[in-house]
């Protein structure tokens, strides 16, 4: 739950829209929570994601996986326990995660902060 925290703190200090958290923990095994959000441009999608990554890394949870950051349409963060997708808007109506992790419990973000 700390590393969810710290992953909401690092996108709302960089202005991300619509964030949500689901609980996928009774899920799936892969993780515990997928923080969704949204960025505006190929820059503050770079941006949501660097701060992010220096946000957990200085508290002792590094990335173990990156994909998607060069091209910053749809980027995953993965941090074990938690990961967090970054879409643009295009992207983030195609894939709809929320949709597809349905079976996962949606979180009030106002508990992660």
Partial sequence: MEMAKLAVAALEEKKAEDIRIIDISQV???ADYFI??????RNQIQALCDNVQERLGRTGYPAKQVEGYDTANWVLLDFGDVIVHIFDKENRLLYDLERIWGDGKQVDVENFR
């Fill in 28 to 30: 799936t095994v892969i």
């Fill in 36 to 41: 969704i959000a949204g960025g505006n441009s």
